[in-house]
């Protein structure tokens, strides 16, 4: 079989670089198309007369440039076409102002949101500890009363969890990124669900991190194929959302949650587990924190329960951990804004919070209801007070052709690739989040569009 051989001559330069070079320039070409796997290296590199650890290097450097990707025990291969993200598809500034968005996975909007905002707003002004705070520099870890506080209000959520063993982020996606980039080294590898968190998968590529698809089931991700993983290459890190993920609403079983443990001790793995898709006390199984907290990393935060611009995390680690992550967050902003925790502590000490998140977690479970009823029939993946609905597709049906209709007529969903880790093909699936809309009769409206779209055949490619 012949092999795609660059020649190197024209380019100058370091000889792996020339070979990253010329993967670019072939991709630009589109002599190597997308989803193309690169050659075996040894054989590229007697092609080429360089030895493997050229070819290597070159590959590793196209792979940096963002060209190409390294698969786990498969090779290398031309990157797909990049696809948004979520958070592009939820953000795209040329929206027309009657679009419903549920693309962006948040808690239903309310009055008493941005009430209880101002309130904290104003607390803060007229508290002489909050203007001190907020004029001075403090510990990267967060002062030592608001992880109290903080503390406090997890373990009123059903979270308990010590003041001393947090540091305060700013956001979840900030504490994930903190985990990957202090703990990890370039080129070591993480595992996750094969569909998962979009944010997650962007913080282990910022860390030049290879990442790893495990597949799940109804029960979450499957033991046995991490056991494979493991055997073949264990992941230095396992990204999980057990009790809700994003975007299937899948919740990881008791008994996986031991057998995931034992893994991740037989084979010294760290485990971050995300529990920032709130549910409710009732409806979460074990914290993984609780049965393995010597290598369990757990990232909260304030977005889905107060708001998603307050841009507060809580990020639990193994005490050892807590110095070096730390140290990582003051090289990034020496520390998250005090005025912004004094805020989120103003808020979460006002009854009108308890009474928000009630009204939240009721909402929700009458979205789903709603969402449940309207799209009966469909094959639907939901928690009863999670904020995202996920629609397997029927048979013969293409995902990003309905995106793309239901744009057409005013609704935003995200269709799976950007939830895809590797580059494993997207199922045929739509993430719908219910939270997002202003209300009920709008998430009506929504529902019943995606309804009408599903039905009108073709949803094969559609032709604009
Ligand atoms: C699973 C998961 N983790 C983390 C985040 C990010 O949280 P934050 O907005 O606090 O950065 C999100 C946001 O949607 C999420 O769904």
Redesign the pocket.
């Known amino acids: 079989m012949t092999i795609w051989v660059p020649s190197l001559d024209e380019i100058s330069g370091p000889r792996y670089r020339a070979i990253a070079n010329a993967i670019g320039a072939a991709i630009t070409d589109g002599v190597l198309t997308p989803g193309e796997r690169l050659p075996p290296q040894r054989r590229l590199a007697d092609a080429l007369g360089v030895t493997v650890g050229t070819v290597t290097r070159g590959y590793a450097e196209a792979e940096h440039n963002g060209w190409v990707v390294a698969r786990v025990g498969s090779g290398t291969f031309v990157k797909q076409p990049a696809v948004p993200t979520s958070f592009d598809m939820g953000l795209t500034p040329d929206d027309n102002p009657g679009m419903i968005n549920l693309g962006l996975?948040l808690p239903p909007p309310h009055p008493l949101r941005q009430q209880a905002l101002s309130d904290a707003l104003s607390a803060v002004s007229r508290s002489p500890t909050a203007l001190a705070r907020g004029v001075s520099y403090l510990d990267a870890r967060g002062n030592k009363e608001h992880r109290q506080q903080l503390a406090e209000w997890l373990e009123g959520l059903g979270m308990p969890l010590a003041a001393d063993e947090l540091l305060i982020t700013q956001?979840?996606?900030?504490g994930?990124s903190l985990v990957l980039g202090t703990l990890l080294r370039p080129g070591e590898l993480m595992a996750a669900d094969a569909l998962t968190?979009p944010?997650?998968i962007s913080a282990a590529q910022q860390a030049h991190l290879k990442m790893v698809g495990i597949a799940f089931d109804e029960e979450g991700m499957r033991m046995d194929a991490l056991e494979a993983q493991c055997a073949r290459q264990p992941p230095r890190l396992i990204y999980v959302?057990p009790d809700q993920n994003?975007p299937t609403g899948t919740c990881l079983s008791e008994t996986r949650r031991q057998q995931l443990v034992a893994l991740a001790r037989r084979y010294d793995i760290w485990l971050l587990e995300?529990g920032?898709?709130y549910l409710p006390d009732a409806q979460r199984g074990t914290p993984v924190y609780q049965l393995a907290p010597e290598r369990t990393l757990f990232?909260f935060?304030?977005?889905?329960v107060l708001a998603?611009g307050l841009?507060i995390?809580i990020l639990r680690a193994p005490t050892p951990l807590l110095e070096q992550l730390a140290a990582g967050l003051r090289a990034q902003s020496w520390m998250v804004p005090p005025l912004m925790v004094d805020v989120a502590c103003h808020w979460i000490t006002q009854s009108a919070a308890h009474t928000l998140l009630e009204w939240q977690t009721e909402e929700l479970a009458m979205r789903q209801q709603l969402a449940a009823s309207i799209l009966s029939g469909y094959t639907l993946g939901r928690r009863a007070h999670g904020s995202n609905v996920w629609l397997t597709l029927p048979e013969g049906s293409r995902a990003v052709a309905l995106c793309e209709r239901l744009l057409n007529r005013g609704v935003k969903v995200s269709s799976a690739e950007p939830f895809c880790v590797g580059s494993a093909p997207a199922p045929q699936a739509i993430r719908i989040c219910i939270g997002a809309a202003v209300d009920r009769q709008v998430l009506t409206k929504a529902l019943m569009m995606i309804k009408e779209c599903l039905v009108q055949p073709p949803l094969a490619p559609i032709t604009v």
Do not use: L, M, P
């Open positions: 996975s956001g979840g996606q900030h994930i968190y944010g997650a959302t994003n995300d920032v898709q990232v935060s304030t977005a889905k998603g841009r995390g």
